[in-house]
């Protein structure tokens, strides 16, 4: 058992700063320092020393840098989406109405997988969410082909329809698409977990 093995970490932590009595008492020191599971830096500074402040705000600075990177890269893949859905969307739409079986199958399989495990698990609950995107771009076809008293397709092939027009519906797609699934995605998620609770609470109370 060393010379420092009964002392508490904190007294420790005050002998290092103090530097021991001899050279021999400062290895001591660090050496059981290290047992406990303390890291020291390049320079040889344990992480509650002063000298080793300059280094954590390095990795701070790097962790900032990491994270503006990484809303550079959300930015850019918004922009790019909504650069996409101005000139995609009747291909986007469109595809969603020649695969409305498939979406609706998807969107009550997510569903079903999603109420299941309680809405706990964030893999499911994306699919979920991804369900609820294709169903809402699906009836957004309809919700067109209200406005414009025509089917979808035959809107947006049709002579009369100009750029300006597809532009138009372009643009409400995207603010459409932005917010009504997450608002489904959020409704019915929250109405899974009032149900469960309500369910838990009724077999406790049996």
């Known amino acids: 058992m060393g010379k420092y093995s009964n002392k508490s970490d904190y007294e ?48 701070n600075g790097e962790e900032n840098e990491v994270s503006g ?18 000139f995609g969307t009747p291909v986007i739409v469109g595809y969603s ?5 498939v979406i609706y199958i998807g969107f009550i399989l997510t569903f079903v997988f999603m109420y299941l495990t309680k809405a706990t698990l964030s893999t499911l609950n994306f699919l979920f969410y991804l369900g609820c995107f294709a169903l809402m771009t699906r009836f957004y076809a309809d919700l067109v082909g209200y406005w414009e008293r025509t089917e979808y397709l035959t809107f947006v092939h049709r002579d009369s329809t100009n750029n300006i027009d597809l532009i138009k519906y372009a643009v409400i797609y995207i603010i459409y698409i932005a ?21 838990k609470k009724s077999n406790l109370d049996a």
């Open 12 to 59: 420790l932590e005050i002998l290092r700063e103090q530097g021991g009595d001899s050279v021999n008492d400062s290895l001591e020191i660090e050496i059981e320092l290290e047992n406990r599971g303390y890291e020291q830096d390049e320079n040889g500074y344990f992480e509650f020393e002063p000298e080793h402040k300059s280094k954590i705000n390095n990795v």
């Open 69 to 86: 990177n990484g809303s550079l890269f959300k930015f850019v893949l918004w922009a790019a989406f909504v650069v996409f859905c101005l």
């Open 97 to 101: 109405i020649n695969y409305s079986v």
């Open 179 to 199: 917010i009504v699934p997450s608002l489904l995605y959020k409704a019915i998620k929250m109405i899974t977990w009032a149900t469960h609770n309500k369910n």
